[in-house]
């Protein structure tokens, strides 16, 4: 099977939502009159491609793999290089109306939703494809206010087409009315889309499912605390087939990198257990493994051999300098404090004086690396820390931090994670695809929404050990997590690691309410600050960009409202 290729007359652009090859052709909408352009069934197709390309990775640094630095906006993560994000200056603290945070992007895409919307009627083609077409451009343009609604709360509800977003002068929406839309638009369309397709023009796999429109209101429910609703959704895509990806066997190359030192192994079979979670976990990501996976419910896809236009750009922008990455986004300690131990516990990391003195001024000795000795499988497949081995990608490799070096990490470590070692020679030249939504947060979803709904029960613990199990680890302790408040604990945990550096972290910290708490100022592994933060409740919601203000005057009142 093939991903969708956009191509057109001046632009290439990228399709998503698939795990196969992307093959789909292009218009550009500004290019063509609208009286001599919706003339058939193609013609309606092309447009509606064109509207896919809201998660292209080329797309103002606001969707793709740039949700990555979503977590550099969090504590998970430091995003050291201000022009390439917004994350340093709103993990700093420094958050005013010069930032736009997507919010110009998100409504020239609106615009193309709605004239879609508004003109497929003109083309004559059967009408149960243009059902189906009018079905993904609701869901694509509900996603856009979603986005919208949980950064900036209040915005225009625009529903029909228009000539300029920035001249459109009109008076934002409740927050609450924006996200009871975006719910209604996608119920709707979920019952006009496909489990599944089969293939070729019109049908090429990686389209919008209903699964992936039930997947968004699962995620739209839990940002907006209704548990029953998330339950019941988050069931409803548990039950489409979905599952987590696996490898049932491992290989020689799996088990190249001696983790002897870091992990006890009390016999063969778990050895095996380790090396076949580790491998399950970190090759989930793998362009490889996107054709076999029945995880990834929704996706940005990415090709080779386009450098800096549409390869996954997480591979010059994770590894170190010795690998050829930039380290512009990276954990921080309090990321690598919080993977659990080997024996599914919390882990107690030693005090911030203490690691720098065991580091030994980037010579480490044994104290230092018994911090990660017998750790939770996805650090070692994530987490890129001092003596940390990674032949995968450069045969024999292991990590030693180049403490003060250029495009090296402030904080001591790199991502591995959601890099494919089969792309390392050009920058920006990955072609796996960036998971937007994968079968796991719909575990987790489920298991978050039904604690705080009704307290611990069995099918939260299986949801969890679900994800934990595929890591190599033990399931969750029934006994010392067995009220709302404890599980609710892990539950947060594992949501943390589970989907660290995928952008929800962000998210979450918000509206759990706990910003306030974990923005903190963050530190090196010799103890020196790397960034001084600054944490303020208004920034639960960013502020609209000036531009915006200066030509739409009547957010200016919903903006003094959020505190700007």
């Known amino acids: 099977m093939k991903k969708i290729l956009y191509t057109s007359f001046i632009i290439f652009a990228l399709y998503p939502f698939s795990s196969c090859k992307k093959s789909l052709d292009l218009v550009p909408q500004d290019q063509v009159s609208s009286a001599t352009f919706w003339t058939s069934a193609n013609d309606a197709r092309l447009e509606l491609n064109g509207c896919y390309t809201y998660f292209s990775v080329n797309n103002n640094f606001t969707t793709g793999y740039y949700y ?14 201000p022009w390439e994000s917004n994350a340093t200056s709103i993990s700093a603290g420094n958050v005013d109306a010069t930032l736009d945070q997507g919010y110009k992007t998100r409504y020239s895409f609106i615009r193309r939703f709605n004239y879609f ?19 993904e451009a609701r869901v694509l343009r509900a996603y856009a206010y979603f986005e919208l609604a949980r950064i900036f709360g209040p915005v225009p509800l625009l529903k029909n087409s228009y000539v300029d977003p920035l001249t459109t002068a009109v008076a934002p929406t409740p927050e609450a009315d924006v996200i009871a839309f975006v719910l209604s638009e996608l119920q709707s369309a979920a019952t006009d889309l496909p489990a599944t397709y089969a293939g070729g023009i019109n049908n090429e796999t990686g389209r919008v499912t209903t699964g992936a429109a039930w997947a968004i209101i699962a995620r739209v429910q839990l940002q907006y605390g209704k548990w029953a609703d998330a339950v019941a959704s988050s069931q409803k895509v548990m039950g489409m087939g979905y599952e987590l990806f696996r490898k049932s066997t491992i290989t020689a190359d799996d088990m190249k990198d001696d983790y002897s030192s870091f992990v006890t192994f009390a016999d063969d079979n ?34 080779s051999n386009s450098s800096y236009e549409f390869g996954n750009g997480l591979r010059t922008l994770f590894p170190p300098s010795d690998l050829g990455g930039w380290s512009s986004i990276t954990p921080t300690q309090e990321l690598v404090d919080a993977y659990w131990d080997r024996s599914g516990n919390m882990f107690t990391p030693p005090t911030a004086s203490a690691r720098a003195t065991t580091y030994n001024n980037g010579s480490p000795n044994a104290a230092y690396v018994s911090e990660f000795k017998n750790r939770d499988t996805r650090l070692y497949a994530s987490i890129l820390f001092p003596s940390s081995p ?20 402030k904080t001591g470590y790199n991502f591995r994670k959601l890099v494919d070692p089969a792309y390392t020679t050009a920058d920006w030249d990955g072609a796996q695809d960036f998971a937007i939504i994968r079968y796991a947060e719909i575990l987790l979803t489920y298991a978050e929404a039904k604690n705080e709904l009704s307290g611990p029960d069995p099918s939260i613990y299986a949801a969890l ?21 404890t599980l609710r604990d892990v539950i947060h945990n594992e949501r943390r690691i589970e989907l660290a550096a995928e952008g929800q972290r962000f998210f979450d910290i918000r509206r759990w309410n706990v910003a306030k708490d974990v923005m903190k100022n963050i530190y090196d592994i010799t103890n020196n600050i790397v960034q001084e933060r600054s944490w303020q409740s208004k920034f639960v919601l960013l502020p609209y960009p000036q531009s915006a203000l200066d030509h739409n005057p009547k957010l200016k009142p919903a903006q003094t409202a959020k505190g700007y």
């Open 117 to 135: 919307l508004d003109n497929i009627d003109k083309a004559p083609m059967d009408a149960t494809l243009k059902k189906r077409f009018i079905a």
């Open 68 to 81: 990555a630095y979503d977590d550099g906006g969090s504590d998970n993560a430091f995003a050291q290089y």
């Open 390 to 409: 990674w032949g995968a990608f450069n045969t024999g490799y292991a990590f030693t931090w180049g403490k003060g070096g250029n495009n090296n990490s």
């Open 465 to 485: 050990n679900d994800i934990r199990d595929r890591a190599g680890m033990p399931a969750v302790s029934q006994t010392l997590n067995n009220t709302k408040e």
């Open 270 to 303: 778990d050895k095996q257990k380790f090396y076949k979670g580790l491998a399950s976990y970190e090759q989930q990501f793998w362009a490889a493994n996107e054709q076999s996976s029945k995880e990834i419910i929704m996706a940005s896809q990415n090709v």
